[in-house]
């Protein structure tokens, strides 16, 4: 098992902050119309075209998130932009809606963009075993393109493997850590584990595993 360590400072979302940024996410999402619609992607600028990411609503769409939504960087930093907000909420409409048409788009993007590095969810995670299979066929679909991926959705992940065995080379899922969270990775896959500070630089807090 490969583990990464990386540093948070130790601040924390008020739930009563959580709810307003995730219940504005939400209220996009039901202005969104899905025929219309077509999956959004985000880039990076110094990286270059061929590196991109979707990303979904961040607490709304991660069912394993109770321990870690009040530091989710996404929530802290991404989600105040209108344009971020816009953005997740679209994504969410489309796959809650038309799953099938979500993955479509995605596939279409890689193919017609040249992606060689793809990263799923900046916000947001595997949502169930069917979303799980499809992230999985794409990486089979584009042996070229490096895939990354963060999840707590441990179950999810370990039954897959269970039953057909080891994901795809290209795929890098990396089980995400946190303080207080039970993680079953019987399966020994990377670990990224946070270790928060203080302002002082001193060690506070690290990952469970």
């Known amino acids: 098992m490969k ?52 990303s979904l609503i961040p607490g709304a769409d991660c069912a394993n998130c109770a321990a870690c939504i009040r530091g989710c960087y996404d929530l802290k930093h991404d989600v105040i932009y209108t344009n971020t907000i816009l953005q997740r909420a679209n994504n969410s409409a489309i796959f809650l809606q038309d799953p099938d048409r979500y993955f479509s788009d995605i596939i279409n ?36 393109c490096q895939f990354l991926v963060f999840t707590k959705m441990f179950d999810l992940v370990n039954s897959w493997i269970d039953k057909n065995g080891a994901l795809p080379e290209n795929l890098h899922l990396i089980f995400s850590d946190w303080k207080n969270i039970d993680m079953d990775n019987r399966h020994n896959l990377p670990v990224s584990s946070p270790v928060w500070f203080d302002n002082s630089g001193n060690e506070i807090a690290r990952g469970s595993n």
Do not use: Q
Request: proline share 1%.
């Open 109 to 144: 993007h890689i193919e017609k963009k040249n992606i060689r590095f793809f990263r799923w969810h900046v916000g947001g995670d595997i949502k169930n075993a069917y979303y799980l299979a499809r992230v999985i066929d794409i990486a089979r679909l584009f042996c070229s």
């Open 3 to 54: 583990k990464t360590n990386f540093v948070h400072r130790y601040t924390e979302l008020t739930p009563e902050t959580i709810k307003k940024r995730i219940d504005k996410m939400l209220t996009a999402r039901a202005a969104v119309n899905v025929s219309a619609a077509a999956v959004k992607f985000s880039s990076n600028r110094k990286l270059g075209a061929a590196v991109c990411s979707v």
